[in-house]
């Protein structure tokens, strides 16, 4: 199963709206037989337990290695920005739509 990990906005904006669009998009990659891993999810951790912005960013790096792939959602982010310089130094493809990862996988 394809690991997608899902780079986006979160503090830019309106969280909610970030939140529910990165959580959107992970369902539609779901649809399509892929694992998606979604780092907006701690944004739920992080009301019951806060930590440092930092930690968090450090925390979901290590799962953006085990990944196969990134989609990039629009949008000014600095972590997104930041996790997608990670994955092409590390040679993980980075996409910037659903049809673009779709047809580069074949799903």
Not at 18 to 25: E, G, L, P, Y
Request: contains cysteine; glycine residues 6%.
């Amino acid at each position: 199963m394809l690991k997608v990990y899902v780079a986006g906005p979160y503090t830019k904006g309106d969280v909610a709206i970030n939140v529910h669009n990165a959580f959107k998009i992970a369902n539609d990659l779901a649809d399509m037989g892929c694992a998606p891993f979604i780092p907006h999810y701690t944004h739920f951790w992080h009301l019951l337990f806060p930590r440092p912005y930092d930690f968090w960013l450090k925390l979901d790096e290590q799962f953006l290695y085990c990944c196969d792939a990134v989609l990039r959602l629009p949008g000014e982010s600095n972590g997104a920005d930041k996790e997608t310089k990670i994955a092409e130094d590390k040679g993980i493809p980075v996409f910037h739509s659903l049809n673009d990862l779709r047809n580069y996988f074949k799903l």
